[in-house]
């Protein structure tokens, strides 16, 4: 059998399942690897599953309540831009219709699974089988503008390389902020502002930032009712609501909007933990087979990668990924040069904050600040790959193509570091991939030797002033 068709039929199998059931199985497997007896190895699958499966419903019950009102904000802005937010299904669906996509599925999965068996990295990330898209995008970027198909699985394996390194220095922050033992997110599109979050946290404890505690826990001492997740779920919601039916407030329909909204984001509040609760115990009989293993196995401990849903309605990052909706929206008016309408990138948010609440301890101002720091760069370099992206994108069998005088855009292209490496890799190609090859080695020697510093360095930054 051609080796293309068994890549495809790969990423049907990954494609049809989806990553509930794709993410039980691997974890099931995992479990009997750890020498997990195979009922407790059922079970930690099943609460995974369904975990997951619950995060999926909410966020998607969620996300349809609150973009028509993104989108009359972006109205009320009178926003015009022609870079269209596509959303991440169908960056996955686009990466993964290129050679170079499913190559990197299997390719990836397997050279992340031999990273963890040499002990390169304590950080289990095949369980990410169903992230490998974040990859494949860049890959297949590459791929599409120097047609070398080597090239770009190149470039996808050096990216991997080096997102080893910032997923796991924040494995144990990570972990210990969301409650989920002996687990990390493991996806590059977050894995590479890892960097930037660590840095703009220790800059912010510089400057007297931790002295401005937005913790939920701080708030609901200081508030009483007014702080309790619910009720400020209801007053963010809320007043999302009318930010987005300012032209409605006369008619019974945007009320009802409005309305909606409050509750749809206070409900995600309510019910996200207890849907945590069931995924964390997931990991219960796997932690403490990973702990024996690694002593076994004389080596550090051992972390798993999870789905980055796994910290969305976590109180403090939700809140945070919504506060931060009005904030994108100016940076898209005032940022040089940018040509991005975002939508799927909006609702997203609370995603990305995983990074930003777990680094600054759920200090929602911090968290806020960073990720717009975070943000800048990003954006202004993001814009000029929508042109090649369309492309890309127009040509995919089963899309709907983008119109003429507008652009396929996607808030992936706004991680700065990826961007600037396959910027490098257009204009210099080989020459560019082996500096990049050579430049990780002796990052990763000095990130090695200095593990415990770095990490107890990131922790002491995140506890600053929400202890």
């Known amino acids: ?40 190895a059922f079970m930690s699958a099943m609460f995974a599953g369904i975990g997951l499966m619950g995060f999926m419903w909410l966020i998607n019950e969620y996300i349809p309540i609150v973009v028509p009102v993104v989108m009359n904000m972006i109205e009320n802005t009178g926003l015009n831009l022609p870079g269209i937010d596509t959303g991440w299904a169908a960056v996955a669906m686009v990466a993964y219709s290129t050679q170079a996509g499913m190559i990197y599925l299997v390719l990836g999965t397997i050279f992340q699974l031999i990273l963890f068996l040499t002990k390169f990295t304590n950080v289990f990330q095949p369980s990410g089988v169903w992230d490998q898209y974040s990859y494949a995008i860049w890959g297949s970027m590459v791929y599409f503008m120097t047609k070398d198909l080597f090239m770009a699985v190149a470039f996808m394996l050096i990216l991997n390389l080096y997102v080893t390194i910032c997923y796991e220095a924040l494995a144990k922050r990570w972990s210990t902020y969301y ?30 930032a931790h002295k401005i505690n937005w913790k939920p826990t701080n708030i609901r001492e200081k508030f009483g009712f007014w702080g309790d997740p619910i009720v400020m779920g209801v007053i963010i919601g809320f007043a999302l609501g009318i930010a987005g039916n300012l032209k409605n407030l006369g008619t019974m329909a945007g009320w009802g909007s409005v309305i909606t909204v409050a509750i749809g984001t206070a409900a995600t509040m309510a019910i996200f933990p207890r849907v945590a609760a069931i995924f964390a115990q997931a990991f219960t009989y796997l932690a403490a087979a990973s702990r024996s293993y690694a002593k076994e196995k004389n080596r550090e401990e051992v972390y798993i990668g999870v789905d980055d849903a796994s910290g969305y309605g976590e109180t403090a990052t939700l809140l945070a ?5 009005p904030i994108f929206l100016v940076l898209t008016l005032v940022v040089p040069g940018n040509l991005f309408l975002p939508l799927s990138t909006l609702v997203g948010f609370p995603f990305t904050f995983n990074v930003h609440t777990s680094l600054n301890n759920g200090n929602i101002f911090k968290s806020l600040v960073s990720c717009t720091l975070t943000y ?36 992936f292209f706004m991680g700065a570091i990826q961007n600037l490496m396959m910027r490098g890799v257009f204009s210099w190609g080989w020459i560019a991939v082996a500096v990049l090859f050579v430049a990780y080695w002796p990052i990763w020697f000095w990130f090695k ?4 510093k770095i990490v107890d360095f990131i922790e002491t930054n995140a506890l600053m002033g929400t202890e």
């Open 1 to 40: 059998m051609d080796v293309m068709v068994i890549f495809a039929k790969f990423t049907e199998l990954i494609n049809t399942f989806g990553s509930p059931i794709v993410i039980a199985i691997i974890l099931f497997v995992i479990c009997l690897a750890f020498k997990v007896k195979a009922k407790n």
């Open 179 to 208: 409650g989920y033992q002996n687990c990390t997110i493991v996806q590059l599109h977050h894995g590479m502002g890892v960097p930037f979050a660590i840095l703009w946290s220790w800059l912010l404890n510089k400057v007297g």
């Open 321 to 325: 990924g919504t506060l931060f909706i």
């Open 376 to 411: 800048i760069p990003g954006m202004l370099l993001a814009s000029s790959l929508f042109a090649p992206w369309t492309q890309i994108y127009n040509a995919v069998p089963g899309i709907e193509p983008i119109g003429q005088g507008a652009l396929a855009g996607n808030g």
């Open 449 to 452: 030797k200095n593990k415990v």
